[in-house]
């Protein structure tokens, strides 16, 4: 009988969960809900969940089609990874698809859901957005910053220039690019630089770094602290206890940048002009307010570029053709004589077509960022009840072969024909969510690759081809960090540093 006993409590569990999974299959159907593989009682999919999650998902929509679902806990998830389908979602459901899933992460760094990334959809995201787009992003404001993206860059050129003025050397271009993208952000937001050799208050710049870069590896959304509310009752390891913490910190470094900035007046930088309205309108502009569009500049704003520049030039270095051929672009549009400026960009279709290629390959946000339908609707042909989570695979639309033509190869020729239909490639996404930070993205990147090719030749550091595997993280980061070969051309000597002070 002891034998027996457990065989008969395993049969029985067995039997139940088989009876369980059968039973929510039919209700699946019934409800028409999109196809799913099996789930677990209590986490539902959460075990399947392997990273990098867009592989993990992409390998489902194989079996399931490009429209499935999932469970994490007791949440519906639904994953989009067709062109149409991403269409539907952006065009005909864009209105109730955009709104944000309450994720823990969004009560810390969106300030209790506060911020433009993390609020729902409404009048308050309308105002931030429409805040954003003309004191941040307009034409205006964007060529107002124009000087110091020039000066950045041409501090990374100087810096590449000492390395390697003689001979070929080895430099490492992931920590450069993060640098230069994060002091291009400060620097708009609060005219001051956290990386160089010149700065005057290093321990509050190495703070500030330190917190940054903690703040990227707590985000993300495969967390199963958010989809199972146990966790959430013990406060599983601590997660929000530490959120907190970490959030404390950020927000009293963001609070001494606005402090410093209502002492002294007299600077033209973000921070000022969001102080000189929160004067006339001191209700709605808050420090809170202020502090959340800080943040989101630099969370969304800094690591984003820096990794897709990362990546296009381990693309370029993988493909010594191509580099050639963007150099000769350069030479013939340039000369040999002056500096690329962004005026140039929209003439070098070549340099243009190797940023969207890049693009299309490595997405610095694969999954997007995770929507919410806040009404039931339909996706496919399934019905999509409110209260789902909406990701969309952009990774796996960039390489569908229904889409493109060989479609893990690197051939920036073929965006030789022009513009490509937004649902096929959608790195900052599509519709009202889309990203409002492209037109700034699109000027860092063009202009640092552009110099960076027009300056220098580059070489692989040995004969192996630059391993190109994604590592751990929300904006799809390189697993090992570039290191590359670098030695400067005649042109840098003539175009090099007439206004550079520093290094
Ligand atoms: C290569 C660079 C970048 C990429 C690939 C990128 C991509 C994206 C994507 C995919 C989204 C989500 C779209 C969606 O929800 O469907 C997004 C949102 C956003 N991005 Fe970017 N982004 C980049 C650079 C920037 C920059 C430079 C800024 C600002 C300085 C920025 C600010 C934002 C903000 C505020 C949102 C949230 C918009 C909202 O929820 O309404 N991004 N970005």
């Not at 690591?303 to 030039?313: G, I, N, R, Y």
């Amino acid at each position: 009988m002891e034998i027996v006993f457990p065989y008969i409590t395993v049969s029985v569990f067995l039997v139940f969960i088989t009876f369980k999974f059968l039973s929510k299959a039919r209700t699946n159907r019934r409800r028409n809900l999109p196809p799913s593989p099996p789930a677990l009682p209590v986490i539902g999919h959460l075990h399947l969940i392997k990273q990098p999650l867009h592989r993990t998902l992409q390998t489902f929509s194989q079996n399931l089609g490009s429209v499935f679902s999932l469970r994490f806990g007791s949440l519906l998830v639904v994953v989009v990874s067709s062109p149409s389908a991403a269409e539907e979602c952006f065009t005909k459901n864009d209105v109730v698809l955009a709104n944000r899933p309450r994720l823990t992460i969004g009560k810390y760094f969106g300030y209790n859901y506060s911020t433009v990334s993390a609020a729902p959809y409404g009048d308050h995201w309308r105002n931030l957005r429409r805040l954003m787009a003309l004191e941040i992003f307009s034409t205006n404001r964007l060529n107002h910053f124009l000087s110091i993206r020039q000066d950045e860059i041409k501090r990374l050129l100087h810096r590449l220039h000492q390395k390697s003025s003689n001979d070929f050397a080895r430099v490492e271009l992931k920590s450069k690019f993060s640098e230069l993208t994060f002091n291009i952000v400060m620097r708009m937001i609060a005219g001051k630089r956290y990386y160089g050799d010149d700065l005057v208050e290093c321990e509050e710049a190495k703070e500030f770094r330190e917190v940054v870069s903690e703040a990227f590896k707590v985000g993300g959304l495969s967390n199963p602290y958010d989809f199972l509310p146990v966790l959430r009752w013990i406060d599983f390891k601590g997660f929000e206890k530490n959120l907190g913490k970490l959030h404390k910190r950020m927000d009293s470094r963001l609070q001494g940048l606005i402090d410093e900035h209502r002492r002294d007046k007299s600077k033209n930088t973000m921070i000022d002009h969001l102080l000189s309205l929160q004067e006339s309108q001191p209700e709605y502009y808050t420090d809170s307010i202020i502090k959340g569009l800080m943040l989101v500049m630099i969370l969304a704003g800094t690591d984003t570029s820096a990794v897709t520049m990362e990546w296009a030039m381990s693309l370029l270095v993988n493909h010594p053709g191509v580099l050639k051929k963007a150099r000769a672009e350069l030479d013939t549009h340039l000369g040999r004589d002056r500096l690329i400026d962004e005026p140039d960009l929209s003439k070098l279709h070549y340099l243009q077509a190797i940023i969207s290629e890049t693009f299309r390959l490595c997405p610095a946000a694969p999954l997007l960022v995770p929507h919410m339908s806040s009404n039931d609707c339909t996706i496919g042909g399934f019905n999509v009840p409110r209260g789902t989570i909406l990701l969309v695979n952009s990774w796996a639309i960039h390489r569908d072969p229904s889409v493109w033509d060989d479609p893990t190869s690197f051939k920036p020729e073929r965006f030789d024909g022009g513009e490509v239909e937004g649902h096929k490639l959608m790195p900052f996404g599509m519709g009202r969510r889309a990203c409002p930070g492209a037109g700034l993205a699109q000027r860092v990147i063009g202009l640092t690759l552009g110099s960076l090719i027009q300056c220098f030749e580059w070489e692989r550091v040995g004969e192996e081809l630059v391993d190109l595997s994604e590592g751990k993280g929300i904006t799809m980061p390189k697993a090992v960090p570039l290191e590359a070969m670098c030695k400067s051309r005649d042109i840098v000597k003539k175009v090099l540093f007439e206004d550079v002070n520093n290094e």
